[in-house]
């Protein structure tokens, strides 16, 4: 950016603005090295593990040497400690990859399945799921969505009952990241169910456990890569001790558990309209047509010049919320509401750019087709944009 | 083992390099920098062979103050000190060996890496200038026999070979029918190829010591050196503009075109 003449005399004021008053020099390293591995190590793979619906186990084992599944955890139990701004640095980066189920497989590990155990889980627990997911050793999922049940959290019909030291489950999982994969699925059950919201618990089951089953891989429109289950229980019986905090916490885990949920789906989708308007930008001035390239028409330049506009004032809305998350605020409001800004913004910005590309853009050997399906799930997923609504109505008392 | 490596800030080749109107420069605004490749390459290999043999890797850099983000990124691969020799005026290729000869008489290391060439100004000139200046033997161009995808690559072994009496280093060398192998005594001055090795990243408990590492600053005044540019820069102009090809209905038709238009055969 350039410098206005006469300023930048005050370093303090320097230090703030760098990074827009959120990351600093070492966050950037970090960011150089995060760039460097995705360009090596998953764009050159994107399109092979699109077509097989799946990206490599290893790829979980290679980001744990990295470092990158532990970066907010403490490091007794394998993580760095480093802190979440660390983490959104990865998430942005990864949202630069091009395939959204790549960084949501990676992403349900090292956020909303191992997010829970690490703030509500005991040392033991800790030791047991926490730690060999930061080692890339086990995969984890989180289990809120029914069948029956997704926006309506307190509406949850899976059952946990309690029978001398172990939680007998009954009920089923829908659309669970990681879910075919898992080894460990972090469960949200009624302990209670005549309690309503206050009957929630979350309880961990592990692969292998009788009357826990895996269903099909779903098939999806877009996140391709990254595997899609239904969770089925019946009679399931799980140690008591695999109880995260006390019964009846449930439904508050689960809010606390979707801020940093809701942020990384905004800096994902801020990450990935970047990786589009590259893309875009590259087209409109190769593709030639009436005798000049697209991008000597004022008219392209100036939807590009919206399309910038929109990606930067998602991207600042989600900044100013990550910013008051990692000051310690519970800032439920402005995170709901980066979220609906930044993942409705990155369908826009998608729709855009394939229109953009013209006939090539509905072409699968086009990797902004995929951008396009992919960010369609942004308004839907950790929450709909309508349920952002009523969050932010009720946060801001209208 | 002591090694010096070189690590200079170049502008990422992935930004759009625009040459000023005037001809006197290129237009800085909006480019992004990296280390220079091939000194990347020579930080690998220095942390590689002090892994091997021990010692430390000290990284030098020339410049402003913008430099010690290259400092630092060296630091955070895993040098263990650095020198910036704090200096923002014009400077030649024959300057930059000047001060580092005083680095190196300073510091004095077994082995001083530098890159083969930076991708800014492709001089290729620098690692010759310093052996001469320090009396030194020197062997550029260092490459290796293994595949990149080797067992020795992958377990991070050196390319440049320390002999059995420590006294001389064996160092493979791209030349234009192959590879030679040259053996040099140490101290000695060697300069890094493309297919010496692939350079860690940065990890991030590196990023996290590298803050903590310490960068010691010099200027040419100190280590008294006059830096005065003895090549002048007159005028700097983009490559003209690729014309559009033809086509030729066959190759009796390429063949004319080639001997009585282009001249080549
Ligand atoms: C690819 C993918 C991955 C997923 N991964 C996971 C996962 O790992 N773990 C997990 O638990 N879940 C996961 N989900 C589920 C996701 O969180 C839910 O789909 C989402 O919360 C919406 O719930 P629903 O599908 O039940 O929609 P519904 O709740 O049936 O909503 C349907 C429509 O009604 C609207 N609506 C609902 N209630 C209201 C209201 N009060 N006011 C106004 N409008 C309303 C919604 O906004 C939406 O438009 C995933 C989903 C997908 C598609
Ligand atoms: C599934 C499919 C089926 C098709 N079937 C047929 C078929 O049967 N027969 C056939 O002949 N074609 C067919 N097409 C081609 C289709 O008609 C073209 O893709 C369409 O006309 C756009 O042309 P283009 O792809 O060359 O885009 P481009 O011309 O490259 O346009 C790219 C972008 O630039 C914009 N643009 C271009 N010129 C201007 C300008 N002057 N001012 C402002 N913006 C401009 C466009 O609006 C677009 O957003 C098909 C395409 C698809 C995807």
Redesign the pocket.
Known sequence: MRVRTGTRKDEVLVKMLHGQGLYLEEHDAFRRTVRAVVEKEILPFVKEWEAREEFPRELFTRFAELGFLGLKYPVEYGGSAAGELYEAVLLEELGRCGSGGVSAGLGAQFTISTGPIHQFGTDAQKHRWLAPAIRGEKIGALGITEPDAGSDVAGLRTTARRDGDSYVLNGSKTYITNGVRADFVVLAAKTDPSAGHKGLSMVVVEKGTPGFSVGRKLDKLGWRASDTAELFFEDCRVPAENLLGGEGQGFAQIMGNFQWERLSLALGAVGAMEDMLETVLAHVKS?R??GQS?HQ?Q??RHKLAELFTARESARQLTYHALRLHVAGEWAVAQTSMAKKVATETCCRVADECL??????G??MEYDIQRHWRDARLGPIGGGTSEVMNEIIAKQLGL | MKILVTAKRVEDPESKIKVKPDGSGIVQEGLKYKINPFDEIGVEEGLRLVAKHQGEVVVVSIGGKEVQEQLRHALAMGAHRAVWVNHTGPVDQLGIAALLQKVVEKEQPDLVILGKQSIDDDQNQVGQYLAEFLGWGQATFASKVESMESEQEKNKVPAIVLTADKKSVQVIREVDNGLATVECQLPAVVTTDLRLNQPRYASLPGIMKAKSKPIEELTPAKLSVDVTPAIQVLKMSSPPARKAGIKVADVPALVEKLHNEAKVV
Request: proline share 0%; aromatic share 20%; hydrophobic share 60%.
């Open positions: 593709r047509a009436f697209l028409f008219v392209v229109q953009l590309h013209g006939g090539a509905y072409m």
